[in-house]
């Protein structure tokens, strides 16, 4: 109320200043304009007669003036005549009753011989009196005096006030009437609005901000508020989970406890983080700048990581919006609206990202690392990107840690076989860990790679070398005894290279509890109704677009499923969401004609005018959006035909707190030595895989729950807080090298 009072109270102050100021102006320049007429009139007239009258006045023939007066004199225009010494001679009718023996303006003109005038109050009016002296030889010999009725300058001044008060009444209403409402739309109405929503979230709901017209005034203010909220709620939430952990007596890894355990064994040593994908990424999309969180396992895992333990995050700027939101060194925080860590990108040409990314990583190591059938391609122009990039980042790196004592540096995957001894090399105090997302082949498959030694050489550069599963270290150290010259502790699992020593160890990654912050409130029923589908049952995968994701191999399994038991048909629905993913290499451009067409395929020979058995949304989605339909699912697939860990699973198993639903996992992804309640199928065996369908279709309600309770806590138990606390603390166990002297 107060901002609109004191809003009005400006319209007024500044429309009745506008308005005096022009009235005051128009004014005066029409007293002027009828002065003018006034003293125009005034020397018509006066000048006129003066010829006339003065032989008469000269004459004292007071009968001959009498004439003239009343010849020229009028009701509104006076004439008066006065002698040599200023006294009056003759007066026009009207006006000699009012006149006054002697006036200034007459003494004036006859003692000096000037013409006189003014505004004078003549009986009651006001006039103007004009005075003219007459002469004869050169001698005044009396005065002519015409007097103009001046009485309507004043009437004309008002006026014009009055007129002008009637404006500005008329605009300052119009202008606070529109203003009132624009305050209203635009203000008023919009506060009302974030204040009943920041009550919501006071009081521990959360709910999304509400739409106001205009972002610019209230966007940023939303975000803050939205990120302080979720800070809140973040704590509310920590100090609820550490109080339910410390009931029942156990130690569970949270994110606050990750935190503890960093400020405590770290004491400020600091952490970097180095991956090819980013956590965010900044796209352009219809002139609007939009923020990604790019489909990776990766990022899934790694990001709540960060958040809990802060430091910086060195990765390829990829998006085509990554310059301009970040600042001259690349670098900015994350999240953007409560920034926990430092994301510091890196630049790369086309040409650069082409040869190390899509080549040498994603054409060789890829196919190399996956026994999917997919050949690996190695090209020496690849590689030699595939080296430059791996400097380029190992620049940025030590440029991030140059005044740091003693960090620690966390490399992540295939992309980056080479950094770890490029920076252990310039800086041999950091800890540095090399984590592999990806299996590790055995020995006569790594072969294949003409620059096996190479590889193998930098990653030994590390303190500690990770991967998913026992398996996969075995084999890493297989391949390591076949190819260098080295010393292997295979009870320890360490690898000796003249000086260096090198742990290897399995490290099985996994999420965060929760998978979204505060999860969207979408109903099954929502959820079904925007997607247009009627279905009994929902079935869904969600990945990139990869061969190693064995999504034709399920898209078959479907169709024999729908086959096998008719009566399915028209009540399940299966939802996949498929990111794309790598799509200028052509195995993947192949891949992606080849799953739609299966998908098409299955469609038209099953589907009806009413149900599509297959949904497939080729698109980008965000992890709230995925949420939604992990929540609602009857089942989820993941029939990978070779895969490190695979995240989804566990996603999946961690999003369903109603402990409900069945996740059908491949044997093919380091998942399924943990999540031993999933269906466990071979995705080469379509039979079997449509098998376990029908059973996820038909699992009685008990189990299903009881399998999804056991998952629940294989997965909250090893959550990625409890797999950075292991790594870090076997990491920072590590002593100190010091050159020269070997250690144990
Ligand atoms: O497993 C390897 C990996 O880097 C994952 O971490 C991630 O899910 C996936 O590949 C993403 O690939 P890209 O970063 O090439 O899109």
Not at 213 to 241: I, K, T, W, Y
Not at 708 to 717: A, I, K, L, Q
Request: net charge neutral.
């Amino acid at each position: 109320m107060k901002l609109t009072i004191r809003l009005v109270g400006a319209i007024w102050l500044s429309v009745l200043i506008v308005i005096g100021g022009f009235a005051f102006l128009q004014i005066r320049e029409e007293r002027e304009r009828l002065v003018d007429d006034l003293k125009r009139r005034a020397v018509l007239v006066g000048e006129g007669l003066k010829e006339a009258i003065e032989p008469q006045v000269a004459r004292d023939s007071t009968a001959g003036v009498e004439r003239i007066l009343k010849k020229f004199g009028t009701a509104r225009r006076g004439i008066a005549v006065y002698d040599r010494f200023a006294g009056l001679m003759v007066a026009t009718p009207d006006i000699a009753p009012s006149l006054p023996p002697s006036l200034p303006e007459v003494t004036d003109a006859v003692a000096n011989d000037v013409v006189s005038q003014g505004f004078r109050v003549v009986g009651v009016r006001r006039a103007y009196v004009y005075a003219t002296p007459l002469t004869r030889d050169d001698r005044a010999v009396g005065a002519l005096v015409v007097i103009l009725d001046a009485a309507h300058l004043e009437g004309a001044a008002w006026n014009l006030w009055w007129s002008n008060a009637l404006r500005f009444l008329a605009l300052a209403l119009v202008v606070s009437l529109i203003a009132l409402v624009v305050v209203r739309s635009s203000v008023t109405q919009p506060m009302a609005k974030m204040s009943e929503w920041t009550k919501s979230l006071r009081a521990g709901r959360y709910v999304p901000p509400p739409d106001v017209p205009d972002a610019n005034v209230f966007g940023p203010l939303a975000r803050e508020v939205a990120g302080l909220a979720r800070s809140m709620q973040r704590a509310r939430a920590a100090a609820e989970q550490e109080a339910a952990l410390r009931l029942v007596g156990e130690s569970i890894w949270t994110e606050e406890r990750l935190k503890q355990f960093v400020n405590l064994r770290l004491a400020g040593r600091p952490l970097v983080v180095v991956s090819n994908r980013e956590p965010v990424s900044h796209v352009r999309k219809g002139g609007r700048i939009q923020t990604l969180t790019p489909a990776s396992g990766l990022v899934t895992a790694m990001d709540p990581m960060m958040r809990a333990c802060g430091g910086v995050w060195v990765a390829h700027g990829s998006g085509d919006a990554d310059r301009e939101t970040a600042d001259a060194r690349g670098r900015l925080g994350v999240p953007e609206d409560d920034p926990r860590y430092t994301l510091r990108r890196v630049w790369l040409t086309k040409e650069e990202e082409h040869g190390y990314y899509y080549g040498f990583a994603n054409e060789g190591l890829w196919p190399l690392c996956h026994i999917v059938h997919t050949r690996p391609v190695f090209r020496p122009d690849d590689w030699a990107h595939y080296l430059a990039a791996n400097r380029t980042f190992a620049e940025t790196l030590l440029d991030e840690i140059r005044d740091a004592e003693e960090p620690l540096v966390l490399i992540q995957d295939y992309h980056f076989a080479p950094l770890p001894a490029l920076i252990k090399a310039e800086r041999p105090d950091a800890r540095v860990a090399i984590f592999w997302h990806i299996p590790w082949p055995n020995s006569e498959a790594f072969a294949i790679c003409p620059w096996q030694p190479e590889l193998l050489a930098g990653m030994l550069g590390a303190d500690l070398v990770g991967f998913h599963t026992q398996y996969y270290c075995n084999n890493f150290l297989e391949t390591v005894d076949r190819t260098l010259e080295t010393r292997i502790d295979w009870e320890r699992f360490t690898v000796t290279r003249g000086e260096r020593v090198t742990a290897v160890k399995p490290f099985p990654i996994s999420v965060a509890p929760g998978f979204v912050d505060d999860p969207p409130q979408r109903t099954r029923e929502e959820l079904l109704r925007e997607l247009g589908v009627s279905a009994e049952f929902l079935g869904v995968g969600v990945e990139r677009v990869d061969y190693t994701k064995g999504l034709p191999e399920r898209f078959r399994a479907l169709r024999w499923f729908f086959e096998r038991y008719p009566e399915y048909r028209g009540r399940v629905v299966f939802v996949q969401l498929a990111a794309p993913s790598r799509s200028t290499i052509k195995r993947y451009a192949e891949l992606a004609l080849e799953v739609e067409q299966t998908v098409r395929e299955v469609n038209e020979a099953l589907g009806t005018v009413s149900w599509r058995p297959i949904l497939y949304l080729a698109r980008h989605h965000e992890h709230r959006e995925i949420w939604s339909y992990y929540r609602h699912a009857d089942f989820c697939m993941v029939t990978s035909l070779h895969d490190g860990m695979n995240l989804v699973a566990k996603e999946f198993v961690s999003v369903r707190d109603d402990e409900d639903g069945v996740l059908i996992l491949s044997r093919f992804a380091g998942a399924s030595q943990e999540l031993r309640d999933a269906l466990i199928i071979n995705p080469y065996d379509l039979a079997g895989a449509a098998e376990a369908i029908r059973t996820a279709l038909e699992m009685p309600k008990e189990e299903r729950h009881a399998r999804m309770t056991r998952m629940r806590y294989v997965v909250s138990e090893h959550n990625i807080y409890r797999w950075a606390g292991l790594l870090l603390s076997e990491l920072s166990r590590i002593p100190v090298e010091t050159p020269g002297v070997k250690t144990s």
